[in-house]
């Protein structure tokens, strides 16, 4: 019996070499994620390793597309490898390209506070800033103005709650959001109330300084926030984000607080009982 073979169309180099390009570039992604969260590296070559893992994924698209006229034209296979780089590609500048547009769109700062004539301090994270990191001094006038004009909202918070309820209250967000606590006072004997802590930005894990302030205002309190980014001279608005969340959720956690009861007034001691007099003799 005779047998037909028939022969099968070869695959196109380009659709194959996109393909591994695009998977070499999510493997570099996640690796430089990795290196930044960790700490593996210094900040530096890791935002180096991320940018060239983007510049691979770029180099995926085209092979991809130029895969697709090669495989049209000369009736090859490959578009399944030439459709999975594409996805990739795609997905890895998806976020980067948003970034873009808010660096268009946003002022060209790093360091956002609710007070920018008096802003908080750094003082125990700017014993742990790395030497290569922005500096804890605020930018000046010139931040506060671009800060104004982009975020209007920007606002200290002032409560009728005492400064210790607001430092409490205060406290109870910074924990739920998981910020690495480096340093705490609560305010007492006249003294401003302090919170300083490192938070992380969502995909990269960057690291951002945060300070918050807690002041007695007359009778109740003001709370003043400075959030700062580490490193870079702009924050794409992540800072700005933080600032304006964090103030509506100390806001409401200080709304579901109890009122405060005044103190009871000491009650006075009651005297001995008075003695009955003895009985007076009644005259018949």
Known sequence: MLRRYIAE??????????????????????????????GVLEFKPALATFGGALVFSIIALLLAFAAFVVIWRDGLIGIGYSLTA????????????????????LPWIYDITTDPIDPPRFEA????????????????????EQQRNAYPEIEPLE???????????TLAVVTKRKWNIVAR??????????????????IMGLREDVVIRVRADGQGSRID??????????????????????????DDAIGRQKPEQPAAAPKKAKGPPAKASPAQPRNR
Request: glycine share 6%.
């Open 9 to 38: 169309q070869p695959t196109s180099r380009l659709a194959i070499w996109a393909r591994r390009t695009a998977v070499f570039s999510l493997i570099a992604t996640i690796l430089a994620i990795v290196i930044v969260r960790w």
């Open 125 to 144: 994270l700017a014993r742990v800033r790395p030497r290569d990191a922005n500096p804890v001094i605020y930018a000046g006038l010139s931040s506060a």
């Open 185 to 202: 006072r609560p305010p007492e004997r006249g003294r401003e109330g302090r919170i300083e802590a490192v938070a992380r930005t969502a």
């Open 86 to 105: 594409i996805g990739i590609g795609l997905a890895l500048l998806a976020y980067p390209s948003y970034l873009a547009v808010a660096a268009y769109r």
């Open 159 to 169: 409560q009728e709650a005492t400064p210790q309820a607001s430092y409490d209250a």
């Open 225 to 250: 926030v400075r959030s700062s980014s580490r490193y870079g001279s702009f924050d794409f608005g992540s800072n700005a984000t933080r600032v304006r969340t964090l103030v509506d959720d100390i």
